[in-house]
């Protein structure tokens, strides 16, 4: 089955530590984006990649960094300079970025910072 | 801000009653999409309705869409314990791709056996 495969599902962090999140899909799609959310909050978006080798900021890209070296997988990287990482992160795909906007998410990786 | 907000923020029913979320937004839409979230997994996109259409059903649900007012609502029908998760509302805008899509801080929904 196509699908978009996250992990790992849970991650611990020291303060200091950079952590690197995988996120990988087989559903041939140009599009992937990472987001973050927050208890009682809506997604908020932290970098999106339209095409290999190519990857935009979102509206909060600060302390973060990601690659796309292959269109199947967008690994997204919470830096120590990111001030505040705990929370659960969701990769997401859509065909391209215009014209068909409907999400395919992962199941999410909970990162939690000790 | 373009944020669409949710209302109730979280709502608790007996199964086999209906349940309603709304969802009301600012600006201009291009297209408003609903999304289930169970607890600690991803969102599922579970309907869209564009900005032309007025009511859209898929099963059990039923989304409207009232341009005028600027807001959406989802309705459940004959709940069943398994719709306990969060929903939300992401709104799309003319002429913006799929990384703008706002979502709303969602609907708690709790159904009770």
């Known amino acids: 089955d196509g699908g978009i495969t996250q992990s790992p599902k849970y991650l611990f962090r020291k303060e200091g530590q950079n952590v690197t999140l995988s996120c990988e899909q087989n559903?041939?799609?140009?599009?992937m984006y990472w987001y973050r959310q927050d208890p009682g909050q809506g997604l908020r978006l932290i970098y999106y990649?339209?095409?290999?080798?190519?990857?935009q900021k979102g509206d909060i890209a600060e302390g973060y960094s990601v690659s796309r070296e292959k269109k199947e997988s967008f690994p997204l990287t919470v830096t120590s300079a990111q001030k505040n990482p705990t929370a659960f992160y969701l990769c997401?795909?859509?065909?391209?970025?215009?014209?068909?906007?409907?999400?395919?998410f992962g199941a999410g990786s909970r990162l939690t910072v000790l | 801000s373009q944020q669409g907000e949710e209302d109730p923020q979280a709502l608790s029913i007996q199964e086999g009653e209906n349940a309603t979320m709304n969802c009301s937004y600012k600006?201009?839409?291009?297209?408003l999409q609903w999304y289930r979230q169970n607890s600690g997994r991803g969102l599922v996109h579970l309907i869209l309705?564009?900005?032309?259409?007025r009511e859209k059903h898929s099963g059990r649900l039923r989304v409207t869409l009232d341009t005028s007012k600027k807001s959406s609502s989802l309705l459940i029908t004959a709940s069943r314990a398994a719709d306990t998760a969060s929903y939300f509302c992401?709104?799309?805008?003319?002429?913006?791709?799929?990384?703008?899509?706002?979502f709303g801080q969602g609907t708690r929904l709790t159904i009770n056996p």
């Open positions: 997401a795909s859509t065909p391209r970025v215009w014209g068909a906007n409907v999400l395919t």
């Open positions: 559903l041939n799609h140009d599009a």
């Open positions: 990649s339209q095409i290999v080798n190519d990857f």
């Open positions: 600006t201009s839409i291009n297209n």
């Open positions: 309705i564009r900005s032309n259409e």
């Open positions: 992401a709104t799309a805008f003319p002429a913006q791709g799929a990384q703008k899509l706002v």
